[in-house]
């Protein structure tokens, strides 16, 4: 969830680090710092609570410079948001360490330190980290090696990156549960939580795994596994270019990326529909042995991506016609769940490094599941690298927290799915052509409902001051409603809530009244005669309606009603998707009226690494 960034180098890394964090911003942080060990042999530690702009500003008056450094961005676990709390922390201005992840042991850690004569001057776990490897150098003067007797004592998830006045040619990183990247470059090398800090600098990684210390020289990068027998790894050249996440005309990374739809949909599709039918290589080299064998499927997921899978379940049924279940990762993991024969385990996430979801995917592995199948974002993700089969989205970098792209192409990914398992179970060929061709069609299908945007910006005015809303579908249109609800609680602010609109008679329906909007999705399918029953009981109720409708559905704008006619020949597969787009522009424009922080919205994340 926090942002970690590294470096060795011939030349001053404060730059290197800076640039970094701010690569890093999009994950949402509290709090910034950064450590680096100065010519003179000290530690120069900088902290400062807010963006990393004003780490910045401190440096630019207090300059701190050095050939090997690193640097945090801190969503607060432990601690309030006070500079005491923000990283590094340090012991006996000797041993600086970033982290990221939760040490659940820290108490009693912290006790028999505190017993042993360290002062804690912070209310983190993070800080025993740093007494701890400090204790350890006194009988292990090789700080990888005090590194590595370190972190088991360590209970619980963590990467961490430490840095020692005494080795300033040299940074040691460790990891359990919380991803950590090595960048290498030309006589410098750099680790990071993320790919994206470092493209500036490098575009080729290496992976450190589960339980492994990394040694991260000026010449070399030494990798052991927990017994100091050192690991091979072979070096990934990243596809991300270095401006790939830069706003460009657009006010906000959101309202870009929902732009980008079109595009990241197509290039989700591409390579993977030939003809009328879908590539089942695109799965891996695994994919059509476990296809043949699925009998039924189990989503796993969080957020905007257990959005998806509530979606991908109909896709399911009634495409594949196999049963699917979908739950909330951090339910799944506490549960003992039975596996039935031939059972499909997916994990969707936008990020790859979801604790929740990765957890699920790694309990997965012990309870007889037939294989596991990842819908994710990031190549390089602990996700994708855990997985049997795997369908990368393809969405490119999302900057905003509030995901878009990221959940649309996750739709189209397991409709893929869903498509390669008909396929693979001998469906009428006819009908898996139909839903390719369909599918096809998405990207420019999502182009013209873009073309909505300027009345969807009227109506955002009348959400602007008000302080709730409701969210009504049928169907896969209510898992359309969750995404729509979810977008505008987490940007603008605006409590709402989505129903199925069945069940607006078993509660809901005392909440409205003429002050909360209601929003509904409905498209021209078997329950629309339905859903426009349900929606005369909130206008009986004196509720305004602000209607997304097929223009085949007959509903007319008037008193009490506003109605946003959607594209013509909008099929049942492509629904979702077409009607997800304009609830996301709904939110983002009510945000930009209510003047929030649109990209980084208060008290979230890009990437959930923490349960």
Known sequence: MCGIVGAVARRNVTPILVEGLRRLEYRGYDSTGLAVVGEDGRLCVTRAVGKVAKLAEKLAAAPCAGGVGIAHSRWATHGGVTEANAHPHTSEDRVAVIHNGIIENYETLRTELAGKGYRFRSETDTEVIAHLIHERLANEPDLTAAV???????????????????????????????????????????????????????????????????????DGVTITDGAGREMARSVHESELSADAVERGEYRHYMLKEIHEQPRALADTLSERLLGDHVLEAAFGPRAAAVLAGVAQVHIVACGTSFHAGLVARYYLEQGARIPCTVEVASEFRYRDPVVPPGTLFV?????????????????????????????????????????????????????????????????????????????????????????????????????????????????????????????????????????????????????????????????????????????????????????????????????????????????????????????????????????????????????????????????????????
């Open 347 to 611: 994990a969707i996430s936008q990020s790859g490094e979801t604790a929740d979801t990765l957890a699920a995917l790694r309990e997965a592995g012990r309870l007889g599941y037939l294989a596991t199948c990842a819908i994710c974002n990031v190549p390089e993700s602990s996700l994708v690298r855990g997985a049997d089969l795997v369908l990368m989205t393809r969405a490119g970098p999302e900057v905003g927290v509030a995901s878009t792209k990221a959940f649309t192409t996750q739709l189209v990914a397991l409709a893929l799915l869903g498509l390669a398992i008909a396929q693979r179970k001998g469906f009428d060929r006819r009908l898996v052509g139909l839903y390719s061709r369909q599918l096809r069609h998405v990207p420019e299908l999502i182009g013209h409902v873009l073309r909505l945007e300027p009345q969807i910006r009227v109506w955002a005015q009348a959400f602007a001051d008000k302080h709730h809303a409701l969210f009504l579908g049928r169907g896969p249109a209510y898992p359309v409603a969750l995404e729509g609800a979810l977008k505008l609680k987490e940007i603008s602010y605006i409590h709402a809530e989505a129903y199925p609109a069945g069940e607006l008679k078993h509660g809901p329906l005392a909440l409205v009244d003429a002050d909360m909007p209601v929003v509904a999705v409905a498209p021209n399918n078997a329950l629309l005669e339905k859903l426009k029953s349900n929606l005369q009981e909130v206008r009986a109720r004196g509720g305004r309606l602000f209607v997304f409708a097929d223009p085949n559905t007959g509903f007319v704008a008037g008193d009490g009603i506003e109605v946003m006619v959607m594209p013509e020949h909008i099929e049942a597969l492509q629904a979702p998707l077409a009607y997800t787009v304009p609830l996301q522009l709904l939110a983002y424009h009510v945000a930009v009226l209510r003047g929030t922080d649109v990209d980084q919205p208060r008290n979230l994340a890009k990437s959930v690494t923490v349960e």
């Open 148 to 218: 590595r007797t370190a972190v088991k004592r360590l209970a619980g998830a963590y990467a961490i990156v430490v840095v020692d006045a005494r080795s300033p040619d040299r940074l040691v990183a460790a990891r359990i549960a919380s991803p950590l990247v090595i960048g290498l470059g030309e006589g410098e090398n750099f680790v990071a939580s993320d790919v994206q800090a470092l493209l500036p600098v490098t575009r080729r990684f290496q992976f450190l795994e589960e339980g492994e210390v990394a040694e991260v020289r000026l």
